[in-house]
């Protein structure tokens, strides 16, 4: 399994004071931020775009995992790349297999990574299972996009179990990303099944005391892994 990484999405905190939620980030040592750009389209929310993520850029040197929540995201794709992000994360329901190759190369001869994610109710592509290898992060969200603070959709463990088998099987270095609903309650349901990002808006900046959260959600899941 690869290592276990923490990502709060700092969706869940004031979007007034997003220093603020990258701060926490850095003082409860996550591995990365994870950066939600909605665009009012592709789901029902509208969140904010390169400048912000640009702004942040400058005040924190963590990974910048940018989920693109978007219809278009190659329209937008260089803006995200300047402006910063180290992953950025497309959705398999707007693009092809023509179009993902396209915009891979965009992205790695820029030097950056870059994720796959799914919504809970779509099942992985064919053209999208035939590049896996080329994906750093295959995102498997376990709530519709939109917005923090939903429950997880345990309907979706059993694809999480077969996209992490499939990767392992095939010996990848691809993260399995859970993104949607993850508590420390429930985040030995998707290590056991071979998530290893975990996102938490709600689970990292809900809680009293984000910063401690952070370390929390670690030490669960990490306690989990070494039992596998
Ligand atoms: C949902 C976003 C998620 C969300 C996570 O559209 O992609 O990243 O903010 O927040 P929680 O962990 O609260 O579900
Ligand atoms: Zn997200």
Same mark, same amino acid.
Request: charged share 45%; net charge neutral.
């Given at each position: 399994m690869q290592r276990i990484r923490i990502a709060p999405s700092?969706?869940?905190?004031?979007l007034g004071d997003l220093d603020g939620a990258v701060d926490i980030c850095k003082e409860g040592g996550a591995d990365q931020v994870h950066l939600d750009v909605i665009d009012g389209h592709f789901a029902p929310n509208i969140t904010f775009g390169p400048g912000t993520v640009k702004a942040l850029r400058r005040r924190c040197d963590l990974m910048f995992d940018t989920h693109l929540m978007i219809d278009d995201p190659g329209r937008y794709l260089e803006k995200f790349i300047e402006a910063g992000s180290d992953l950025l994360t497309l959705h398999a329901e707007v693009l092809s297999g023509e179009s993902f190759d396209e915009l891979h190369s965009k992205i790695r001869r820029a030097g950056r990574a870059m994720g796959l994610a799914i919504r809970p109710a779509t099942q992985l592509p064919s053209w999208a299972a035939e590049r896996l @290898?080329?994906?750093s992060s295959l995102v498997v969200m376990t709530v519709n996009p939109g917005f923090s603070g939903q429950t997880m959709d345990m309907s979706v463990m059993p694809k999480l179990e077969s996209l992490s088998s499939m990767v392992r099987e095939r010996g990848l270095a691809t993260d399995v990303e859970i993104d949607g609903g993850v508590e420390p309650e429930n985040v030995h349901e998707v290590v056991k099944r071979g998530g290893n990002v975990l996102v938490a808006g709600a689970g990292v900046?809900?809680?009293? @005391?984000p910063v401690k959260a952070i370390g929390e959600l670690r030490e669960r899941a990490m306690k989990l892994g070494e039992r596998e």
């Open positions: 700092v969706l869940a905190w004031d @290898d080329k994906v900046y809900g809680k009293k @005391d």
